[in-house]
């Protein structure tokens, strides 16, 4: 350290080496090692994190110099960097989360790059006889509207033969990996034959901006419910740990709503509200792909723009 930093700082951080003077965020601090219950046997809990709200703003009047400490408040300065996507500030804020879920969330999950991950190995240890089972009210048919997306619902009798199937299949294939154990077939291989219901668990450390991001795709109504229900469980964590933060995020990212150039055209055409009918035939004359009119069609209903016949 160089006299010119050293005469910056506090005399106590000289001098007293056995005391932490890192910010507690009391959000955060109430969530470490509280798990959340996820599925049938997955869960989500916070190992440890870096910062809090402060430290956001911290980090964007640094940029500024001691001058403008007090232009505006945190709050202010966060809104206005989310709202106009100065994003570094929230790189300065991480946490790390012990996960568990079954292995189809982790692979869609690990799609999210940009952060560190340090997973369960099945090359090392036994796989657990842990299977995902979905709950009867959301096991439905394939959707006609979208490929990757569930539709309506099937009847009871056939929710329960599904659950009957996918346990009788679970304990198959686990009783399989254990007779592979027993013949002394390596752990790498012997676990090749088990579903990708098996649950997984990993660390997983993340600076605030990409959880956000993550947050604001599987947080999303189109996103597979399994994953859903680990982004809701992950937003209740960071809403207490960062709550300026947060509502910035709910405002201007997860709640809110992009405009094309194609879509503000059309809504400056004027003549609103209107008809549905009226609606559509125009979209097919301004839009010629038919799902960008059907996104177009849903952000005029969300605005109020769309008349109820």
């Not at 439905?140 to 997306?149: D, F, H, P």
């Not at 034959?193 to 956000?212: C, E, F, P, R």
Request: aromatic content about 10%; glycine content about 4%.
């Amino acid at each position: 350290m160089s006299e010119h930093s050293g005469s910056e700082l506090p005399a106590r951080i000289l001098n007293d080496l056995q005391t932490s003077f890192r910010p507690v965020n009391k959000g955060a601090e109430k969530w470490l090692y509280r798990p959340i219950p996820c599925l049938n046997h997955g869960f989500v809990y916070l190992v440890d994190y870096m910062g809090n709200d402060e430290a956001i703003a911290q980090a964007a009047r640094v940029s500024y110099g001691t001058g403008t400490k007090k232009a505006q408040t945190d709050a202010g300065l966060i809104r206005h960097l989310l709202r106009h996507a100065h994003t570094t500030p929230f790189e300065m804020v991480e946490f790390k989360f012990h996960c568990k879920m079954p292995i189809f969330v982790a692979r869609q999950w690990i799609r999210h790059r940009m952060a560190s991950v340090n997973e369960y190995s099945g090359r090392y240890s036994e796989m657990l006889d842990e299977f995902y089972l979905p709950e009867p009210e959301v096991i439905r048919k394939q959707s006609v509207s979208n490929r990757q997306g569930r539709g309506d619902d099937l009847t009871v009798e056939q929710q329960r033969e599904v659950i009957s199937i996918l346990k009788a299949e679970f304990a198959s294939q686990y009783d399989a990996y254990q007779k592979l154990l027993r013949m002394d077939v390596a752990k790498e291989l012997a676990r090749i034959g088990l579903s990708v219901a098996n649950y997984t668990q990993w660390y997983w450390k993340i600076d605030l901006h990409n959880l956000m991001h993550f947050l604001r795709l599987r947080l999303d109504s189109h996103a597979q419910h399994e994953i859903q229900v680990y982004g809701q469980a992950m937003a209740r964590i960071i809403e207490s740990a960062v709550p300026i933060a947060y509502q910035a995020f709910s405002d201007y990212r997860l709640n809110a709503m992009s405009l094309t150039a194609l879509d503000i055209s059309f809504i400056q055409s004027g003549g609103w509200p209107r008809s549905e009918e009226q609606v559509l035939k125009e979209l097919a004359a301004r839009f010629s792909n038919k799902r960008e009119r059907d996104e177009c069609l849903q952000k005029l209903k969300q605005l109020s723009l769309v008349r109820r016949e």
